[in-house]
């Protein structure tokens, strides 16, 4: 049950009937008896209250008294601390560039890898509110301030959720980098179609789109000119030297002439550099 007309931010009638806004951060409330945990924030602490509740009449709570909790018992505190983060959702966690990319790649994993052995687990951000108590809440055991949850590794807490197997799997399925025929590892973005942004020079020699989701889904290229400007999209890399280099390059060897602007880019060594290095 919760508390009718008394919640995050909301306005509720005192005893001597003014109204007053209650800067509550989070609420626990339990069945039968009157003591109930809130708990306040400032900029860094939470500050944990018993609240003696008095009547309810048409949806107004009578505040009657209140004293500060020293020492709360650690049972509700969790509870309040989930209840908070279920309030304010999931961007008061610290999630990092790295914890995002593996909730991305999970998210991809479970749309293209339907048969895998385990299900993926869903980690959108409607079944992580959902199941808060089960995957979030082992890692608060020694959070008691706001400030604390800045110490959450939320990228070891979403691997976390995946065995071994499924670990080796998620790199089968959804790898974090694609080495190109240059040698460089370019980071793969899953944030929406699988993309990866590379200088063209660098995919010389390649003939064909590389692909991820066991060969499933094709990478979007986002090829680059030297100084990483796009100069070209595409999921089809053999229809684009067949067809679309030949303007690309005429274009680049005009801005970039100490560039190396192969005439056959299928077969041509591919380079991080202004021009392959001398055999």
């Known amino acids: 049950p919760y508390v009718p007309g008394c919640f995050l931010g909301a306005t509720c009638r005192a005893a001597d009937a003014r109204r007053r806004s209650w800067p509550l951060f989070w609420l626990h409330y339990?069945?039968?008896?009157?003591?109930?945990?809130?708990?306040?924030?400032?900029?860094?602490?939470?500050?944990?209250?018993?609240?003696?509740?008095?009547a309810e009449t048409d949806g107004i709570l009578i505040r009657l008294g209140e004293r500060r909790l020293e020492d709360p018992d650690s049972a509700r505190v969790l509870s309040a601390l989930l209840g908070g983060i279920r309030a304010l959702g999931l961007d008061a966690l610290p999630w990092t560039k790295e914890a995002r990319a593996l909730r991305q790649r999970l998210t991809f994993a479970r749309e293209v890898d339907t048969q895998a052995p385990r299900p993926w687990p869903d980690v959108?951000?409607?079944?992580?509110?959902?199941?808060?108590?089960?995957?979030?809440?082992?890692?608060?055991?020694?959070?008691?301030?706001?400030?604390?949850?800045?110490?959450?590794?939320?990228?070891?807490?979403?691997?976390?959720?995946?065995?071994?197997?499924?670990?080796?799997?998620?790199?089968?399925?959804?790898?974090?980098?694609?080495?190109?025929?240059?040698?460089?590892?370019?980071?793969?973005?899953?944030?929406?179609?699988?993309?990866?942004?590379?200088?063209?020079?660098?995919?010389?020699?390649?003939?064909?789109?590389?692909?991820?989701?066991?060969?499933?889904?094709?990478?979007?290229l986002q090829l680059l000119s030297p100084a990483h400007r796009p100069v070209q999209v595409t999921r089809d890399l053999a229809s684009f030297w067949a067809r679309g280099y030949a303007e690309v390059k005429k274009e680049l060897k005009g801005r970039y002439p100490k560039h190396y602007w192969p005439d056959d880019p299928t077969n041509a060594v591919a380079t991080a550099r202004a021009r392959p290095r001398p055999k």
């Open 124 to 220: 959108s951000d409607s079944a992580l509110l959902a199941t808060l108590d089960e995957w979030l809440a082992p890692w608060l055991t020694n959070v008691s301030r706001r400030d604390h949850l800045a110490r959450l590794d939320m990228t070891g807490i979403i691997a976390a959720l995946l065995d071994r197997n499924q670990r080796q799997r998620l790199d089968e399925i959804a790898p974090t980098h694609l080495q190109v025929p240059s040698g460089s590892r370019i980071p793969i973005d899953y944030s929406a179609a699988p993309t990866v942004a590379v200088r063209l020079q660098e995919v010389f020699g390649l003939s064909a789109t590389p692909a991820v989701g066991g060969g499933r889904v094709p990478l979007t």
């Open 30 to 54: 339990h069945r039968g008896p009157t003591t109930n945990t809130f708990a306040e924030p400032s900029s860094t602490e939470l500050t944990y209250r018993d609240f003696d509740l008095g």
